[in-house]
């Protein structure tokens, strides 16, 4: 029927609209895709002869796409150096896009296949002879790129032919590959004369060319005894050709003419035709032309200098509108240039350095150590008052900071200290605050400077701490301080003093040295009545392990001792002191900042340190022992360093079961030395005396007698096991090498009421395989007596487990508790001595085993030092990364690819994988942190 007809055929009119409407979008998806370079990141089985074949087939597509998945993976971090000869086959294809990302892939990969790496010198040479200067400007860079040794001698021909191109991008390409050769082989530089080239390249009419040839010609002068001539007439040349280059290109050329020694009149006109500069939208800009300002100020009177301080503080303070980022670099800068010209910014300049609420914390503190250096008479009220909105504000790091610069302020101008005292009363007295820290010691620094207002501040601030609550070590040293130099006139100070010494022992080691300082002026103040306190404190401090601690004491022990000592020593411990001086802690020394100023424009002016202290030099030096080595490639050392051998004196092992139980009325004398070697806590017994009526003789209840030499420092070994999880057994120990043979070092202790007996000790299966080669054979330990013990250990591969780690150890004695220690020997006890390990070797194993394993250590400036002396021998090293080898104990070999940087990353791999886990990130960050 005719409905029939008309249903089928709209039914099949839908199907093909449908059909025709998803092939269109199929197909728009597909051509999406193609545009996007995704699918060259993905990996698939079975790739790499897919690969070869798509490199070595004739369809320019095939090609492009296999070389953009190499570049890709390369990209991602793996291994595509075994594809090297087939990809520099291509290097030769006339399509510009396949060349540029083979050249790539070589410069790349050449390091990891210099043999294979000669096979592209051809093409190299015959790119530098192409019509189009594109692709000659490409094969030279790329030619002097790939710093491999055999290569060198083949980049000088066509390096000299690019030099006097017709081309200014093959000229300006080329200026970069000298400095470049130079890097690479110094010396052939020199030989081969293209020092002359550049300094002929220097007059060149086209001003990019001239930047590049000054950048190169002043980094050589910077690394070599090479003297460039720079004339007025150059300056004047490179004044002229400012304006015409890029914004590197002017900083390139304001950085050379700073080089300049000019004469007073040149000065002022180098200084007038640089100041236009100043208004350019670059930072760089701004501040290579301020450092070319500063430099040619020098040779100026005051009275020359004073028109311009006006025409370069503008620019600074338009800095202060940029970006973060930018911010923190200008005030590192304007810091330096503070301490050189202090009177630079005038008083409504000082407002451009607030801190705003939006900035991040970094350059609020820089700002307010530009405030500090900007704090006059003049501008006095109006940074106070910002300092003490800055101390509502709620970020702990940056309120502290601005109580200490309060304090500051009050230190630098005597006007302001009792308003700074009434502030920091009001900071005290805020109680949701932790302020603590930061008031006490901006207290200590204006009590220091004007001690005559210590009744301002001092009665009302001890009143609302509470000594329990102080937890910072430069709180309770700066309330100790207070105590010892104001306690006469203050309240309860015996009282705060006394929980002190009763808290002596757990205190941190600077707080230590207060409290015993402040104690000796306290009873000097009041002998009588603080005898008893001074004796406390004095017998604690005899017996720590701090030996600062320790003589300090015996110091003021034996000038108490002697009548007439005793009777000058109030002069010198609390006599009359020089006020201190204005705290600047970030001035910077004179001849160093000389240095600063001339590298105002480099990452030197936000370090605040010379260049030299982080840039190392290279060159050649004629002077010095030939050596064509390239100091970038991988190069075969022999280590510098052998395996230590310890000169200090080592515990002799102990037979504990001859020991006897020491009776306490024994004499200091006769006590077992090894018990004060390992660090016995319980303080010798000693004989009392009558106390005679002088000074000296006063203290000789704690004594005992005449003058002795102190007893060396005991060594402090970690504590394994602590008496109050144990029900009282103590346990410190560690692994230490004595004539050649690792022992495990115990100490135990018994402070509960019972004897201990009946121990032993097993090794579970660890890593290592460190197992005890006899029981352990110790006697009864005795309530309050420590008793010391040796155990022989070695390295069992039978007893080697890899899933273990840390290395555990099961004890027990007669209360039969089973305990678990975790001990592990430090890292060069458990590596072979150092040996240098072929580059090769280095290179197959390492491409032969798994994926490394990456560790990031936060530490590690000085990484070489600690490797080579920890068992690890250098391979070579490429740029700002090293290769190490090492072996362990159990005989497998270790490498590892340092990586200096912001955080020093360390990939490990081995023939077994379970070393570079876990046990190897304990052991080196142990050793480098």
Not at 13 to 36: D, G, L, V
Not at 433 to 461: E, F, G, H, T
């Given at each position: 029927?005719k409905a029939?007809v ?11 609209m449908?059909?025709?409407i ?6 728009e ?21 897919e690969?070869?074949?798509?490199l ?5 597509d ?18 595509v150096s075994f ?9 030769r ?16 990969n050449?390091k990891?296949n ?10 190299f040479?015959l790119d530098?002879q192409?019509d ?5 400007a490409?094969?030279?860079?790329t ?24 081309s200014?991008y093959v000229?300006?390409?080329a ?9 690479t082989s110094?010396?052939?530089c020199?030989e081969?004369g293209?020092?002359n080239d550049l300094q002929?390249?220097?007059t ?7 930047a590049n ?5 002043g980094?050589?002068?910077?690394n070599?005894s090479?003297?460039?001539p720079i004339?007025?007439?150059?300056v ?9 280059c ?27 035709r ?9 930072y ?28 370069f503080?503008p620019p600074?303070?338009t800095?202060m509108?940029?970006p973060p980022?930018v911010?923190y670099i200008?005030?590192?800068?304007i ?15 000082v407002?451009?350095?607030?801190c705003k ?11 307010l ?8 008479d003049?501008?006095?009220e ?13 970020d702990?790091v940056?309120v502290a900071?601005s109580?200490e610069?309060l304090?500051s302020?009050?230190v630098?101008?005597e006007?302001?200290?009792p308003r700074?005292i009434?502030?920091?009363?009001k ?8 302020l603590m820290?930061p ?6 620094d204006?009590l ?10 001092l009665?009302q ?5 509470d000594?329990e609550?102080?937890?910072?070590e430069?709180a309770?040293i ?6 010892g ?6 309240e309860?100070?015996?009282?705060r003093?006394?929980?002190?010494t009763?808290?002596f022992?757990e ?7 207060a ?28 017996t720590e392990?701090n ?7 015996y110091?003021?022990?034996?000038m ?7 009777a000058?020593?109030s002069?010198?411990?609390?006599g009359m ?5 204005i ?10 900042l000389?240095?600063l100023?001339?590298?105002?424009d ?21 002077t ?17 360093s ?9 515990p002799?092992?102990?037979?504990v ?7 306490e009325?024994?004499?200091?004398a006769?006590?077992n030395?090894?018990?004060?070697l390992?660090g ?5 017994a000693?004989?009392?005396a009558?106390?005679?009526q002088?000074?000296?003789a006063?203290?000789?209840?704690i004594?005992g007698?005449?003058t ?8 402090a070994w ?10 009282g ?6 692994f230490e090498?004595?004539?050649g ?7 135990f ?11 032993a ?6 890593i ?12 009864a330990v005795n ?11 070695s ?8 899933s ?6 099961a004890?027990r004695?007669?209360?039969?508790v089973p305990?678990?220690l975790?001990c ?11 040996a240098a390990?072929a ?6 194993q390492w491409?032969s085993?798994m ?25 070579g ?10 072996k362990?104990?159990?005989g497998d070999?270790i ?13 490990a791999?081995?023939e077994n ?11 080196l ?5």
């Amino acid at each position: 029927s005719k409905a029939t007809v008309s249903v089928l055929y709209w039914g099949g009119y839908k199907m093909a609209m449908t059909s025709r409407i998803t092939e269109k979008f199929t197909k728009e998806i597909q051509k999406r895709t193609r545009k996007s370079d995704a699918k060259y990141f993905t990996s698939k089985r079975g790739e790499t002869s897919e690969l070869r074949d798509d490199l070595n087939s004739s369809d320019k597509d095939r090609q492009k796409d296999a070389v953009k998945k190499i570049i890709a993976n390369m990209t991602l971090g793996r291994d595509v150096s075994f594809l090297f000869t087939d990809v520099v086959k291509l290097s030769r294809t006339p399509n510009m896009e396949i060349k540029k990302l083979v050249y790539l892939y070589i410069m790349a990969n050449a390091k990891l296949n210099p043999d294979e790496a000669i096979l592209a010198v051809n093409t190299f040479v015959l790119d530098c002879q192409h019509d189009n200067p594109t692709v000659r400007a490409l094969a030279i860079r790329t030619m002097l790129c790939v710093r491999v040794e055999n290569m060198t001698d083949h980049c000088c021909p066509p390096l000299r032919t690019t030099l006097n191109d017709q081309s200014d991008y093959v000229r300006k390409t080329a200026a970069l590959g000298v400095l470049k050769l130079y890097h690479t082989s110094p010396k052939l530089c020199e030989e081969q004369g293209f020092f002359n080239d550049l300094q002929s390249l220097i007059t060149d009419s086209i001003p990019l060319v001239v930047a590049n040839s000054v950048l190169a010609i002043g980094e050589i002068m910077d690394n070599s005894s090479f003297s460039f001539p720079i004339t007025g007439g150059l300056v004047t040349k490179l004044l002229n050709a400012l304006s015409s280059c890029t914004d590197w290109g002017q900083v390139y050329l304001l950085d050379f003419i700073a080089r300049y020694k000019a004469k007073a009149t040149e000065a002022e006109s180098i200084v007038e035709r640089t100041i236009p500069r100043l208004q350019h939208g670059n930072y760089a800009v701004v501040l290579a032309a301020i450092r070319c300002i500063i430099h040619n100020l020098e040779v100026l009177t005051e009275d020359q200098r004073r028109p311009y301080y006006s025409k370069f503080t503008p620019p600074l303070v338009t800095l202060m509108s940029s970006p973060p980022e930018v911010q923190y670099i200008a005030l590192r800068n304007i810091q330096i240039i503070l301490q050189k010209y202090p009177n630079l910014f005038s008083l409504k300049d000082v407002r451009v350095f607030f801190c705003k609420y939006t900035d991040p914390i970094y350059v609020k503190l820089e700002k307010l150590k530009v405030l500090l250096r900007l704090f006059t008479d003049k501008s006095s009220e109006s940074i106070l008052k910002e300092f003490w909105e800055y101390c509502q504000e709620a970020d702990p790091v940056f309120v502290a900071k601005s109580v200490e610069a309060l304090g500051s302020c009050a230190v630098r101008l005597e006007r302001v200290a009792p308003r700074v005292i009434d502030i920091l009363k009001k900071l005290a007295a805020n109680p949701g605050r932790q302020l603590m820290q930061p008031v006490l010691s901006a207290m200590k620094d204006v009590l220091r400077k004007y001690p005559q207002l210590y009744n301002d501040i001092l009665p009302q601030l001890f009143e609302q701490i509470d000594i329990e609550m102080l937890e910072e070590e430069g709180a309770k040293i700066s309330f100790i301080w207070a105590l010892g130099e104001f306690g006469g006139q203050l309240e309860e100070t015996k009282e705060r003093l006394e929980f002190f010494t009763e808290t002596f022992r757990e205190q941190p080691a600077n707080v230590q040295l207060a409290v015993l300082t402040a104690t000796v002026k306290f009873f000097l103040r009041a002998s009588t009545e603080n005898e008893g306190l001074l004796n406390d404190v004095l017998e604690k401090a005899t017996t720590e392990d701090n030996p600062d601690l320790r003589d300090r004491a015996y110091m003021y022990w034996r000038m108490l001792s002697n009548d007439s000592h005793a009777a000058k020593m109030s002069d010198f411990v609390i006599g009359m002191k020089p006020p201190i001086k204005i705290d600047r802690e970030d001035d910077i020394d004179p001849s160093r900042l000389r240095e600063l100023l001339n590298s105002l424009d480099s990452i030197a002016s936000v370090f605040h340190k010379p260049p030299s202290s982080f840039v190392q030099k290279y060159g050649w030096n004629p002077t010095a022992v030939e050596d064509d080595e390239d100091e970038d490639s991988i190069e075969d050392e022999s280590p510098t360093s052998t395996t230590p051998t310890t000169t200090a004196a080592q515990p002799l092992p102990v037979d504990v079961a001859e020991q006897e139980p020491e009776p306490e009325a024994e004499p200091a004398a006769r006590q077992n030395d090894l018990d004060f070697l390992f660090g016995d806590s319980t303080p010798a017994a000693t004989t009392s005396a009558a106390p005679p009526q002088s000074s000296g003789a006063m203290l000789d209840d704690i004594f005992g007698g005449p003058t002795t030499t102190p007893t060396p420092a005991p060594r402090a070994w970690p504590v394994l096991l602590d008496p109050s999880a144990t029900g009282g057994l103590s346990l410190k120990g560690g692994f230490e090498i004595i004539a050649g043979k690792m022992r495990l070092q115990l100490v135990f202790g018994n402070t509960s009421s019972a004897p201990l007996h009946s121990f032993a000790i097993q090794f579970n299966t660890n890593i290592l395989g460190v197992k005890n080669d006899t029981p352990l054979e110790l006697a009864a330990v005795n309530p309050g007596q420590e008793v010391c013990a040796s155990v022989p250990v070695s390295f069992v591969q039978a007893h080697v487990n890899a899933s273990n780690f840390p290395t555990m150890i099961a004890m027990r004695n007669n209360m039969n508790v089973p305990y678990y220690l975790k001990c592990e020997p430090c890292l060069k006890d458990c590596m072979m001595p150092p040996a240098a390990m072929a580059k090769d070797a280095f290179m197959q194993q390492w491409k032969s085993t798994m994926q490394p394993v990456v560790h990031t250590f936060s530490g590690g400036a000085n990484a070489a030092q600690v490797l080579s002396s920890n068992g690890f021998a250098l391979v070579g090293s490429y740029q700002q990364q090293s290769f190490y080898s090492g072996k362990v104990v159990t005989g497998d070999t270790i490498l590892l690819e340092v990586t200096a940087g912001p955080q020093l990353t360390i990939a490990a791999k081995a023939e077994n994988m379970a070393y570079c886990g876990p046990w190897l990130q304990h052991q080196l960050g142990t050793v480098l942190n």
